[in-house]
């Protein structure tokens, strides 16, 4: 079974808006990371938030967790045409091996020029 | 950076007869990955390995086999590949001074009539 669902499955925007995705978990975490796929391509880490932080920062992603919601969103701001991938959230869970993650089914996000 | 091929990066084979896909990666990293990648499933984790000869199984390991011989290559094979097994596949390892990341190769496409 999957730890990370994303939520919306599917997100339309313009350039310039806010893009803001959603991922919930069953269990305990030592870390949740959100990673990016291009059509056609291998994911790309973007950014790791560890269990007892509650939001971060790179550039223009913002991710905030909720460990006690068992929730994690990320948001890109000011998006651009570019941005247009799928997006993934993936838990390292408190139980498994720390290097080992279960993701989620994805987000696909298409900001329209 | 670190640098992962795969190999083959597209294949079509038939039901029953066996495939192996290769993972490569250039740098000396312990943890190496196997994950198949559906629509609407994510990616989910088939085999992984934590050095030469160590490996265990993931979420979906039935129908695969895994070995790695040297830390530089990481084999999935498909004993006798099925429909149900036609996905993309892509190899990752665990990157980063505490190897928490994962860094994906570009996958490869197979397809079993």
């Known amino acids: 079974s999957q730890q990370g669902e994303e939520d919306p499955q599917a997100l339309s925007i313009q350039e310039g808006e806010n893009a803001t995705m959603n991922c919930s978990y069953k269990t305990s975490i030592n870390n949740l990371q959100w990673y990016r796929q291009n059509s056609g391509r291998g994911l790309v880490h973007l950014i790791l938030?560890?269990?007892?932080?509650r939001e971060k920062h790179s550039g223009r992603l913002r991710v905030t967790l909720d460990t006690s919601k068992k929730s994690s969103s990320l948001l890109i701001t000011a998006s651009r045409a570019a941005d247009t991938a799928s997006y993934f959230c993936a838990a390292a869970l408190s139980s498994g091996s720390a290097r080992q993650l279960t993701f989620g089914s994805g987000t696909q996000l298409t900001v329209l020029p | 950076d670190a640098g992962i091929t795969q190999s083959p990066r597209h294949k079509v084979t038939e039901t029953g007869t066996p495939v192996t896909l290769r993972c490569h990666q250039t740098e000396n990293h312990r943890y190496m990955y196997w994950y198949r990648q559906d629509p609407g499933h994510g990616l989910r984790l088939i085999h992984y390995s934590y050095g030469v000869k160590d490996t265990d199984k993931g979420e979906v390991s039935d129908g695969y086999s895994v070995s790695r011989s040297k830390t530089e290559d990481f084999l999935l094979t498909l004993e006798s590949a099925t429909s149900s097994q036609t996905s993309v596949y892509f190899c990752?390892?665990?990157?980063?001074?505490?190897?928490?990341?994962?860094?994906f190769g570009p996958g490869t496409r197979l397809l079993v009539l």
């Open positions: 938030i560890r269990s007892n932080e």
């Open positions: 990752a390892i665990s990157v980063g001074t505490l190897q928490e990341t994962q860094y």
